[in-house]
């Protein structure tokens, strides 16, 4: 079992940055693939990036190439998500989520375990 808490989301103007954190229980964070997902009002839950376990394999969903980064600190049990450049789009809930396995995925129904959820809202 794998408990996740994500924060740092807010209120920010487009052009600007957040940096999002998953906090998960201490103990097999390390063996479990990371990912973020996002859900905007009345669509699905989508693909954001993700990460392996080592955090020597990353892979992001082209709308946020070159805007977002994910990255891990296995020493802290904790996964991030940089945003650049937001843009009105990227509103959405924010998840992290959490999967057993040595591959990454973009596939929301590998993902076992699942964060609260966090609202970034992005003004124009």
């Known amino acids: 079992q794998v408990h996740l808490v994500e924060s740092g989301g807010g209120l920010v103007q487009a052009g600007g940055s957040l940096r999002l954190s998953c906090a998960a229980s201490?103990?097999?964070?390390?063996?479990?693939?990371m990912g973020w997902f996002r859900q905007a009002p009345g669509k699905e839950r989508a693909f954001v990036a993700a990460?392996?376990?080592?955090?020597?394999?990353?892979y992001y969903a082209d709308s946020v190439k070159g805007r977002f980064t994910i990255s891990r600190d296995n020493a802290m049990n904790t996964v991030y998500l940089q945003m650049n450049s937001l843009k009105p789009e990227d509103t959405a809930v924010y998840y992290c989520a959490a999967v057993q396995a040595s591959y990454i995925t973009y596939s929301r129904s590998d993902y076992a375990y699942w964060g609260q959820g966090t609202q970034v809202t992005v003004s124009s």
């Open positions: 990460i392996s376990r080592s955090g020597g394999r990353i």
């Open positions: 201490a103990g097999t964070f390390s063996s479990h693939g």
